[in-house]
């Protein structure tokens, strides 16, 4: 039978925990914002190349 018992960090402890859990939110915010602007530049240029695509084949069907 186990008798490990969870004891509750004092006050400067979970303090310190809390501050320390949202920095790593807040970085992980940030991470993730820059992954977005990274999707939508790679979005942004697939888009361009099958514009120009198509308008290099319609060149090419005249």
Same mark, same amino acid.
């Given at each position: 039978?186990?008798?490990? =018992? +969870?004891?509750?960090?004092? &006050? =400067?402890? #979970?303090? =310190? /925990?809390? !501050? *320390?859990? #949202? %920095?790593?939110?807040?970085?992980?915010? &940030?991470?993730?914002?820059?992954?977005? @602007?990274?999707? !939508?530049?790679? @979005?942004?240029? &697939? *888009?361009?190349? /099958?514009? %120009?695509?198509?308008?290099?084949? +319609? %060149? /090419?069907? *005249?």
């Amino acid at each position: 039978m186990m008798t490990d =018992q +969870s004891c509750i960090p004092d &006050l =400067q402890t #979970r303090t =310190q /925990s809390i !501050a *320390r859990w #949202r %920095e790593v939110c807040r970085k992980l915010d &940030l991470v993730t914002l820059k992954f977005d @602007e990274l999707i !939508a530049m790679i @979005e942004v240029d &697939l *888009r361009h190349q /099958s514009l %120009e695509r198509l308008h290099n084949r +319609s %060149e /090419s069907d *005249r």
